[in-house]
T-cell receptor, first 115, second 112 residues
Framework: DTAVSQTPKYLVTQMGNDKSIKCEQNLGHDTMYWYKQDSKKFLKIMFSYNNKELIINETVPNRFSPKSPDKAHLNLHINSLELGDSAVYFC??????????????FGDGTRLSIL | DQQVKQNSPSLSVQEGRISILNCDYTNSMFDYFLWYKKYPAEGPTFLISISSIKDKNEDGRFTVFLNKSAKHLSLHIVPSQPGDSAVYFCAASASNTGKLIFGQGTTLQVKP
C-alpha cells in the first residue's frame, strides 16, 4: 500500500498555465507538507498543514496556493507558471506537527517541467 | 543561508567496506537530526535519526554520530552493500519550528 501518493508523477506544461498537483496519505497523519527540490538538489519546505490548518508558509510566491480539503489530502495549485517553477515537488506527512522525533514520510515526487 | 551542509557531493566505496557520510550544521537550535535515503524517481525514505541529547544511535548496519560542539554529524554504513547506492540527505529540525532543513545530499556508490 502506498503511504503517500502524489499525482501526476510528471507534468509538462507551457509558461503561463495553471496546474494542480494532488497528494494523499493513508497513514492517519495529522500533518502534511510540500517541498520543492530545485536544480541544485536542495529540498526546501514550502508549506505545512496540520489538521487542515496552514502552519508553515515559507517565502513562496502567492501564485502557489495549497488546499487541504481534509487531513489526508494536501493539494498544490500553481497559477501563471514560470520557467523557474520547473522542479520536483514532494509531498510528505508526519504524525504531528513540531514533534522532532517523528520522521516525515515522502511521496515519490512530481516532476514539473515548464516549456 | 544554508543551515545544513553536505560538502561531499559524491562518495564511492567498495562493497564490504565502511561508508562515512558527513553533515555540518550551523543552527544551535536544532535538536533532532535525521538521515534519509533516496533512490532515483522515488521520494526520500527515512533511515535513522538522533536526538541532540545523544552522541550515537545505531540500527543494524547504520550508525549516526553527533558531535554537538563541532556541529557535525556523520552516518556510518558497515558493511556497505551495492543496494546502499543512493543519494543520502541529512536533515535537521528544531522542535519549536516543526520544519525539516535538508542538506543538498551525497550520492553514494557502492561498487561490487
Amino acid at each position: 500500500d502506498t503511504a503517500v501518493s502524489q499525482t501526476p508523477k510528471y507534468l509538462v506544461t507551457q509558461m503561463g498555465n495553471d496546474k494542480s498537483i494532488k497528494c494523499e496519505q493513508n497513514l492517519g497523519h495529522d500533518t502534511m507538507y510540500w517541498y520543492k527540490q530545485d536544480s541544485k538538489k536542495f529540498l526546501k519546505i514550502m508549506f505545512s498543514y496540520n489538521n487542515k490548518e496552514l502552519i508553515i508558509n515559507e517565502t513562496v510566491p502567492n501564485r502557489f496556493s495549497p488546499k487541504s480539503p481534509d487531513k489526508a489530502h494536501l493539494n498544490l495549485h500553481i497559477n501563471s507558471l514560470e520557467l523557474g517553477d520547473s522542479a520536483v515537488y514532494f509531498c510528505a506527512s508526519s504524525q504531528d506537527f513540531g514533534m522532532s522525533n517523528q520522521p516525515q514520510h515522502f511521496g515519490d515526487g512530481t516532476r514539473l517541467s515548464i516549456l | 543561508d544554508q543551515q545544513v551542509k553536505q560538502n561531499s557531493p559524491s562518495l564511492s566505496v567498495q562493497e564490504g567496506r565502511i561508508s562515512i557520510l558527513n553533515c555540518d550544521y550551523t543552527n544551535s537550535m536544532f535538536d533532532y537530526f535525521l538521515w534519509y535515503k533516496k533512490y532515483p524517481a522515488e521520494g526520500p525514505t527515512f533511515l535513522i535519526s538522533i536526538s541532540s541529547i545523544k552522541d550515537k544511535n545505531e540500527d543494524g548496519r547504520f550508525t549516526v554520530f553527533l558531535n554537538k560542539s563541532a556541529k557535525h554529524l556523520s552516518l556510518h554504513i558497515v558493511p556497505s552493500q551495492p543496494g546502499d547506492s543512493a543519494v543520502y540527505f541529512c536533515a535537521a529540525s528544531a522542535s519549536n519550528t516543526g520544519k525539516l532543513i535538508f542538506g543538498q545530499g551525497t550520492t553514494l556508490q557502492v561498487k561490487p
